[in-house]
């Protein structure tokens, strides 16, 4: 084993800056989610809502882009490619995890004043520097698993951060659900979450937890975690990258403000 | 009603109960009799310990038998009988009373004279008629699992290798004295080191072993024992060991002190006894034959600490020989008691569920409070935990193998330390062994779809809880009961005496200064002691709110067939010990079509007992061969069996006439 | 490319000798599915590859009264198939010598196939279940181990608790969304799934995709095989306890996937391919290549090491091995049917996209055991790079697609060689041009039938490492 080791310390420290660096987050060059322009669209132009698979988008009695839910968005960029007039742009956001489900939801007449962050509960302090997170695939298709086992590659490296992966929900904090929540995984998801000791939170990993993605809605698929479990923070993302992962994780311990409100960047 | 005359009725009583079985009348009148003669005995040696009990000369049979029941005969002869009296209240559940009943009488009048009986020629009656009546007590009992009677022949024809080597060592014995009476055995003086001693001493340890269960004999044990009921085995584990071992004990210590060479052989022995029939008994999966083996275990520990006291008297420290011996009487006092009270315990499972393997029932749960108490006190006491008799005398007994290092020779302080390695490796075993025999056999949880398993109640459950009981008072009161073995070490070892083993309530070995304890005081101390974290989980109730939630398996509940089982739990020794064991695995499949497509796995494994391919397979197939050559002779033709009457009168006719 | 098939129809009663005759020549069976091309009209179709060289056969066959009879005693692989016809479309399979559900059973309240377990005639031993949830971040299945300390006497995986009626989800869907659903039948597949759904709806609309994007379908095909092998040896040196092999592993993976999100805009490579070509034009970033090489470089420095560690190589040895029969029998597919000696690779047997214009080296080893099917994925991984070495400097220019419209009622089959194996999809087009019925048959659905024989009566030390070694996924094969 001396071998090893010595080939692993002559290969220098991997682990990137980020989050206190806010440059070295690994994702260069990958697009994010669709940002919203200034409203120029076509009259009766309904291409983007056609062209969404997840009906993501509604339009208004014009044939103009309403809403566009983030939670439902799973980055096809087939909207961005098909809008005709520029309402829709590659972003480069690709962090988008938020306490409320209508945080995600991004409409034409926003409140133009960034919201007053007032939490109903403020995690325990014993949480904000040590994390467990108990890890459950309600039938996921592997994506979001991928990224999450980045989590605790060199390179991530979320040990250093305080948050670990547990074995058992007796020593969980955090239940972290992928998946559009199967017929057949809903019952150890349940039996997941009564095995956590409290006080427990849940976090959606996901467009398929979040509201079902594109795999929802069949016999056996369902929309994801709204009306299964309280959920505490919700990722949208097709998967969320190791980099968003993290963002939303030190939301959850409020270690990092919220940066999205109303389905727009709000930086602080 | 002096204690003699109560020791006649009993045999009395033993004997009508004899009749009245074999006539197959007052099945109630016969099991009345056999407890209150085991009932009777008890009172008597309760009253009359220290001195031991002399009865008149019977005038029958031959001149000059007396019934002499010694101190220690009597101490032995009172517990295996406490244990009797449960087990033949009781009865037996199998399928003949009347046998069972004749084997019990024959058993305990046997066991009687075996205690009691000061000439070669009795003692070997009655040590025949006790061997015939375990055979009796098992052979109408049927609950084994096939009909065949192998096991009990397998038994027979091992007790009468050790009737052999009985026979030749009082004959050796008889003519080197000239006497048939045991009282000129203890006066015949040996040199030390003499041969004829040594194989005189050998002799008598193959005769009584071969009840006792040393190796090799104690592989009879559990398929004789597996046969049978828990009340048999409470019988043959009771009063009939604890007779066989007052033989051997007697034998070496009184008609053969002083030779050291036996008393290493008898260390090594015993050891080595122990270790392996408590190997055997923790993969058993069956009350009896665990029970059995774990029997075999106990009369080994006694003989090693009998033999640790022939090498202490070799040299001369008597206080150390008296502390030996005494410790084994301690030993099977609470063996007898603790054992009853579990055999017991397998007939109630019995009662309750129709077998007797060891499962996953919750029947203490299920069952009276008492029974659950007898049963865990008797099993804490055969694990040796504190502060049960079984404590008290596994510490005697290495207290009595760590003082080896008074002795001067080497060999005799090798042979001691390497024993006391043995028997702490035999205690840890045992301790395993009942934890699974108590966690699996009366705890844990009880599958539904096995339905009707019951619960114990009535007879064996009030048997089991005194039983527990009286070894719970065995070891608290302990510091009192030496009284009874005062006249003991008197006798034997001239200027020792009982008291040595007490200090005030503690008990010691010789002096305070090495080491003690005292169970009379933890039995006060132990329930003190959990008053504490007993508060504060009253503390925790009331400041928490507490979360009923399953066991987490996964997600879905725990796959039926998934609890722990006798097998999963010993597997580990089973793979470790390897060696000693040769497990066999084999594995089938029933397919549909073809291989790929399996629907039913069999799956079986077995251990290989030790002895019986090298020793035991042999003479079998010797015998095998006898018989086949011999077989002609039953040819079934009239005119044959003339022609041999006539051989046999004309061989007759030679003899006569030349 | 053309796409070379043979269509055939049979009769229910000449099934069983049709098997026993393609055996008999050196085939195989490769799938089962069924459709209805009309609400009361079902048609079971089998894809049959026949020897080396020749092309596919898809029989056509119709069940009469709903019943065919059951092919698995001669062809095993084709057990689960018709298991899943069985419960998915009410057909039913005479003589299936397992007919109880294998994916879902209507016939109780949540659907979800009930657990049947083999009798096990021996009440000492036990019955372990681990899972669904497993104690890392895993995927979610159930296995049961009927086990006496360490031995296993038998082993049951229950999978399909994933399930999420993908197939069904296809149905109705136009073929650029069908796209975007392929992609994510399984997450570390996204390159394969949709290349293999695009050609099979190239295929059904006769169209020829131009040259660049069957290169550049390549590129990123082969930049997905070096992403999962990285991830597999990573997988595998964790099993192996190897921690520093496991945290290089999965760096070198991050990394890949950083350089495909550079060159693709998406870790995963999605959003890339389309029916008919490219979905955009692609440009490689300057100095690309060199970090590739780069990476190379490391993976081989890192795969040499691995390959000197006494202790990991120990622990892959003789370990769950495949004998080449039942890899054969139960359609084993990939780095590991070639583990087990059987010669297969459809990028060199039935070239797809650019892969005519490449030599594709296919390694091979004998033994079947664990070291053998890591030393199978080690020599793919750097025949990857071997491959985007060849293919960058070649990039041909020129329009990245075309128009590509499937007609009414067509049939497309498409395939790819997957990092875990052969997939293939055929995609029926509907009445109105929208997506009737997708047959999608992944590797891990092939593989994790065979897996329970490379566990029965081993250990349970070695059953980690063996599930490492085999590197399967169940989204892919529970869909």
């Not at chain 3, 592993?249 to 070509?277: I, S």
Request: aromatic content about 8%; glycine content about 10%; some cysteine.
């Amino acid at each position: 084993m001396p071998l090893w080791t010595l080939r692993g310390l002559g290969q220098g420290k991997a682990t990137t800056g980020w989050p206190k660096d806010p440059a070295a987050h690994g994702q260069q060059g990958t697009i994010g989610m669709p940002s919203v322009g200034a409203d120029r669209c076509t009259e009766d132009c309904h291409r983007c809502a056609d062209a969404c698979p997840t009906q993501a988008i509604t339009l208004d009695t014009r044939g103009h882009l309403e809403t566009l839910d983030y939670g439902r968005c799973v980055n096809c960029q087939l909207c961005v490619e098909t809008c005709p007039a520029g309402t829709l742009q590659p972003g480069s956001e690709w962090a988008f995890g938020v306490r409320d489900r209508v945080d995600l939801q991004w409409s034409l007449d926003p409140d133009p004043r960034p919201p007053e962050v007032r939490l109903a509960s403020h995690i325990e302090r014993s949480f904000r520097g040590s994390l467990h997170v108990r890890h459950v695939d309600a039938g996921s298709c592997n994506g979001c698993e991928s990224e999450l086992q980045a989590l605790n590659n060199p390179f991530y490296n979320l040990h250093r951060l305080g948050i670990f992966f547990t074995a058992s929900p007796r020593a969980a904090d955090l239940l972290l659900v992928t998946g559009t929540v199967t017929t057949g995984m809903h019952e150890p998801l349940l039996a997941a979450w009564e095995a956590m000791p409290e006080p427990k939170r849940v976090l959606a990993c996901g467009t398929c937890a979040v509201s079902g993605g594109v795999c929802g809605g069949t016999e056996t698929s369902g929309h994801g975690l709204e009306g299964v479990l309280p959920v505490d923070v919700w990722l949208p993302g097709c998967p969320p990258n190791p980099a968003a992962i993290i963002e939303a994780l030190l939301m959850l311990l409020e270690r990092k403000p919220q940066r999205i409100h109303g389905g727009r960047v709000h930086e602080r | 009603m002096s204690a003699e005359w109560m020791v006649l009725a009993a045999s009395a009583l033993w004997l009508l109960s004899l009749v009245l079985a074999v006539l197959g009348v007052g099945r109630r009148l016969v099991r009345v009799a056999l407890a209150l003669g085991c009932a009777l005995v008890v009172l008597a040696s309760a009253g009359r310990l220290p001195e031991g009990i002399a009865c008149a000369p019977l005038g029958v049979g031959w001149a000059g038998s007396r019934l002499v029941l010694a101190p220690d005969a009597l101490w032995l002869l009172a517990f295996g009988a406490v244990a009797a009296f449960f087990a033949t209240a009781l009865g037996s559940p199998g399928a003949s009373w009347r046998s069972w009943s004749a084997g019990a009488s024959l058993c305990l009048l046997g066991a009687l004279g075996c205690f009691g009986l000061q000439d070669a020629l009795g003692f070997l009656i009655a040590w025949e008629l006790m061997s015939l009546g375990g055979a009796v007590l098992l052979v109408g009992e049927h609950l084994g699992p096939s009909r065949e009677g192998r096991g009990l022949l397998f038994m027979l024809g091992l007790l009468e290798v050790g009737a052999v080597a009985l026979m030749a060592a009082l004959l050796w014995l008889s003519q080197r004295t000239g006497s048939v009476h045991f009282g000129e055995f203890a006066a015949q003086a040996w040199a030390a080191g003499s041969w004829p001693a040594l194989g005189i001493g050998l002799l008598l340890l193959i005769g009584f072993g071969a009840k006792l269960g040393i190796l090799p004999f104690y592989e009879w044990y559990p398929g004789a024992y597996g046969q049978g009921s828990g009340a048999s085995g409470a019988l043959l584990s009771g009063v009939v060991l604890n007779a066989a071992f007052f033989g051997l004990a007697r034998g070496l210590t009184e008609w053969l002190p002083g030779q050291y060479a036996l008393g290493v052989i008898t260390v090594t022995v015993g050891v080595l006894s122990a270790i392996l029939a408590v190997l055997y008994a923790f993969q058993e999966d069956d009350w009896r034959r665990l029970l059995a083996f774990s029997s075999a275990e106990n009369a080994a520990i006694a003989i090693t600490v009998l033999g640790a006291s022939m090498i202490f008297r070799q040299e001369g420290l008597l206080a150390l020989a008296s502390l030996g011996y005494l410790v084994a009487l301690l030993h099977l006092a609470g063996h007898a008691l603790a054992k009853g009270c579990l055999m017991l315990a397998a007939d109630g499972n019995y009662a309750a569920s129709g077998h007797y393997d060891i499962r996953q029932q919750a029947l203490l749960r299920h069952s009276r409070w008492y029974f659950g108490m007898g049963v865990v006190f008797a099993g804490m006491s055969l694990a040796a935990m504190p502060p049960q008799a079984g404590f008290v005398s596994e510490w005697f007994t290495f207290q009595t193998l760590f003082q080896g290092f008074h002795l001067t020779s080497l060999g005799g302080r090798l042979t001691l330390s390497l024993a006391g390695a043995g028997i702490a490796l035999t205690a840890a075993v045992a301790f395993a062994t009942f934890v699974k025999l108590v966690g699996l056999g009366v705890l844990g949880r009880r599958v539904r779809e096995e339905g009707g398993a019951g619960s114990v109640r009535g007879g064996h459950a009030v048997a089991c809880g005194l039983l527990g009981l009286g070894v719970l008072l065995l070891a608290v009161g302990m510091p009192w009961w030496l009284h009874g073995l005062d006249r003991v070490t008197a006798q034997l070892f001239p200027g020792q005496t009982s008291m040595a083993l007490r200090s005030g309530a503690l008990l010691v070995p010789l002096t305070s200064s090495f080491a003690f304890i005292s169970p009379t005081k933890l039995v006060v101390a132990l329930p003190l002691l959990a008053l504490l974290p007993i508060g504060l989980l009253i503390g925790s109730v009331r400041r928490h709110r507490r979360l009923r939630v399953p066991v987490w398996y996964g997600g879905f509940a725990r796959p039926a067939q998934g609890a722990t089982t006798t097998l999963t739990f010993a597997n580990a020794m089973r793979t470790f010990y390897a060696f000693v064991y040769r497990p066999r695995t084999t594995i089938d499949h029933e397919y549909s079509g073809r291989s790929y497509f399996v629907h039913r796995v069999e799956h079986r494994t077995t251990v290989a007992p030790l002895f019986e391919a090298k020793i035991f397979r042999v003479p079998v197939r010797v015998v095998q061969w006898l018989a086949r050559a011999v077989s002609p002779l039953q040819s079934g033709h009239m005119n044959v069996y003339l022609g041999l009457v006539g051989l046999l009168l004309v061989l007759i006719m030679a003899v006569a006439l030349f | 490319m053309s796409v070379r098939l043979q269509m055939l129809v049979l009769d229910a009663a000449a099934l069983e000798s049709r098997v026993e005759q393609l055996l008999a020549d050196g085939g195989r069976m490769q799938m089962a599915y069924a459709w209805r091309s009309a609400p009361d009209a079902i048609e079971v179709r089998y894809l049959a590859a026949p020897a080396a060289g020749q092309p596919f056969e898809v029989w056509c066959v119709r069940p009469v009264d709903d019943a065919l009879p059951s092919l698995a005693t001669r062809a095993p692989l084709l057990g689960w198939y018709e298991r899943e016809m069985q419960d998915l479309h009410g057909l039913s399979f005479r003589g299936h010598p397992e007919p109880h559900p294998l994916v879902i059973d209507r016939s109780n309240g949540m659907p979800r196939a009930p657990l049947v377990l083999p009798e096990a005639v021996d009440p000492q031993a036990q019955w372990l279940g681990f899972g669904p949830v497993r104690a890392d971040v895993m995927e979610s299945g159930q296995f049961l181990f009927l086990y006496i300390g360490e031995a296993i006497v038998h082993y049951v995986p229950r999978l399909f608790l994933k399930h999420r009626g993908m197939e069904a989800r296809f149905e109705g869907l136009s073929p650029t969304h069908g796209c975007v659903l392929a992609e994510r039948v399984s997450g570390v597949g996204s390159v394969a799934h949709a290349l293999a759904y695009c050609q099979a709806v190239e295929h059904a609309a006769g169209c020829e995709v131009p040259r660049r994007a069957r290169q550049w379908r390549v590129l990123v095909a082969e930049l997905e095989r070096i992403y999962n092998h990285l991830h597999y040896f990573g997988a595998l040196a964790d099993a192996t306890t190897l921690k520093v092999g496991q945290a290089e592993g999965r760096l070198l993976e991050e990394r890949a996937k950083q350089l495909a999100g550079q060159l693709t805009g998406q870790r995963f490579m999605r959003n890339v391919l389309c029916p008919g070509g490219l979905r955009r034009e692609m440009v490689v970033p300057p100095g690309w290549p060199e970090h590739l090489l780069a990476l190379r470089k490391e993976v081989e420095g890192y795969l040499a090491q691995l390959e000197r560690t006494t202790s990991y190589l120990d622990r892959l040895i003789t370990t769950g091995v495949l004998p080449r029969e039942v890899a054969f029998d139960q359609g084993a597919t990939g780095p590991i049917e070639r583990a087990s000696g059987l010669d297969r690779d459809l990028r060199r047997d039935h070239p797809y996209a650019a892969y005519d214009e490449l030599t594709v080296p296919v390694p091979l080893a004998e033994s079947g055991d664990a070291h053998a099917r890591a030393k199978v994925r080690a020599a793919e991984l750097l025949a990857s790079f071997d491959l985007l070495e060849i293919l960058l400097p070649r990039l041909a220019t020129g329009p990245c697609r075309v128009a590509c419209e499937a007609p009414p009622g067509s049939f497309g089959l498409g395939w790819a060689e997957t990092p875990r194996g052969s997939l293939y999809y055929a995609v029926h087009v509907g009445p109105d041009g929208a997506l009737a019925r997708v047959k999608v048959k992944s590797p891990s659905f092939s593989n994790w039938r065979a897996f329970p024989f490379t566990v029965h009566q081993t250990n349970m030390m070695d059953y980690a490492i063996n599930e490492a070694s085999f590197g399967l996924t169940i989204a892919g094969c529970d869909r």
